[in-house]
Antibody, heavy 120, light 106 residues
Framework: QVQLQESGPGLVKPSQTLSLTCTVS??????????WSWIRQHPGKGLEWIGY???????YYNPSLKSRVTISVDTSKNQFSLKLSSVTAADTAVYYC????????????WGQGTLVTVSS | SSELTQDPAVSVALGQTVRITCQGD??????ASWYQQKPGQAPVLVIY???NRPSGIPDRFSGSSSGNTASLTITGAQAEDEADYYC?????????FGGGTKLTVL
């Protein structure tokens, strides 16, 4: 049973880069067939897709965040990562990682989520 | 990018049937998926594809689609079904989520 776990700083200063890692257990990112995604949820709000990556390194990003987002994969560690640059208070959110099935796109399973607060 | 529209709140009497809808142009081309989210928890996939339930999801959850509208139906709603429900689909820009529907079980 695949499980995902987010990790990274819970507090980031404005203008800095938010960095999170998702560790996958119970299955290999390299096995193919699935993509690996980041999604966020602002406090009390809905879900926002950030982007996803294939084990080969192919990436797809939300156009509204594309200029600030980088998602990368480390197959040797069975991890994938998110970097979001030039953060502001508007980037304060719970960040989730999830496995993605295509082509219709569904997310399952999800990590438990990690709250990242942007504040000085 | 396209949008998916959901009613902000829906209520249902215990044991009755409720339908939660999701509207958007992308649904003419792609199936919707549905997620249940309880307070303080991560979303959980309840319906994907044409009408598929992941292992462990009760069969009172079902999905359907017509034109630009996808629906999640809960037949015989239980108290534990009270939660936020989100739809999502693929679209021309990548992925889109609905704004969510808060389901109250009376």
């Amino acid at each position: 049973q695949v499980q995902l776990q987010e990790s990274g700083p819970g507090l980031v200063k404005p203008s800095q880069t938010l960095s999170l890692t998702c560790t996958v257990s119970g299955g290999s990112i390299s096995s193919g067939g699935y993509y690996w995604s980041w999604i966020r949820q602002h406090p009390g709000k809905g879900l926002e897709w950030i982007g996803y990556i294939y084990y080969s390194g192919s990436t797809y990003y939300n156009p509204s965040l594309k200029s600030r987002v980088t998602i990368s994969v480390d197959t040797s560690k069975n991890q994938f990562s998110l970097k979001l640059s030039s953060v502001t208070a508007a980037d304060t959110a719970v960040y989730y990682c999830a496995r993605v099935a295509r082509p219709s796109i569904w997310f399952d399973p999800w990590g438990q989520g990690t709250l990242v607060t942007v504040s000085s | 990018s396209s949008e998916l529209t959901q009613d902000p709140a829906v209520s249902v009497a215990l044991g009755q049937t409720v339908r939660i809808t999701c509207q958007g142009d992308s649904l003419r081309s792609y199936y919707a998926s549905w997620y249940q989210q309880k307070p303080g928890q991560a979303p959980v996939l309840v319906i994907y594809g044409k009408n598929n339930r992941p292992s462990g999801i009760p069969d009172r959850f079902s999905g359907s689609s017509s034109g630009n509208t996808a629906s999640l139906t809960i037949t015989g709603a239980q108290a534990e079904d009270e939660a936020d429900y989100y739809c999502n689909s693929r679209d021309s820009s990548g992925v889109v989520f609905g704004g969510g529907t808060k389901l109250t079980v009376l």
